[in-house]
């Protein structure tokens, strides 16, 4: 079963996080939810974080980790966050069990295909060479050479950890990530239609989802409704936490 974080009592709420991430960078939303009366269940998705290692990776497998953790915790209806590839996962969830979803928030990711984009980044992380035994300092000046932006490098940094003393390793499978990259990119399938209530939220800065994904987007979901996070990015629950948590709560209540 999936690792997680739980935290707070009340109404059960599951959040997926993004590709190469894992519960903890939810950390600072999964307590201000469990504030406001929710059962919050931070996931860790296979291949991250704490949870296990596999070479199946697509969305099909993780829609079944999902509702296995769910029917684990005894978790009969949820609300439902998920970021980028977990906001995919959900859409993919929600299709297969319409019934165990009460609101569903995707965040920044719409329904269409996507190309790998990610290469840049996989081989930064690949470029890390750890039976060198390379400080935290050190991983960082590798990964500086292939991945420019501070932001997405602190991210990736946060799955760095001490596998043994004097030993860093990276918590996410990289190997099957260099596999499959292309089923992180996959469509909603095209006979899926799910009524119920959604709200897409997409950072203003972010080019995930175009104005011209709404058609598509609605195809899916017709009651959907979808919300700008103002001066945020793909990481918009991160970047503008405050406003993330507002139209969710909004929404949730």
Known sequence: MLESRIEGEGKPLVILHGFLGMS????TLSGAYAKEG????????RNHGRSFHSDEFDYSVMVQDVYEYCEGHNLDVIDLIGHSMGGKAAMFFV???PNK????VVADIGVKYYQP?????LAGLTAVDFSKKPSRGNVEEILKGYIPDFGTRQFLMKSLYWKEKGQLAFRFNLDVFNKTTKSIGEALPDNVVYNGSVLFLRGDK???????????????FPNAEIKD???AGHWLHAENPDDFLLESLAFFK
């Open 24 to 27: 903890d960078n939810w950390k």
């Open 38 to 45: 929710y059962e919050v269940h931070a996931l860790d998705m």
């Open 95 to 97: 299709a297969q069990y």
């Open 101 to 104: 979803v009460n609101k569903l």
């Open 117 to 121: 984009h990610h290469q840049e980044i």
């Open 206 to 220: 972010s080019s995930y989802i175009r104005d011209r994904d709404f058609d598509g987007i609605k195809k899916h």
């Open 229 to 231: 996070i103002k001066n």
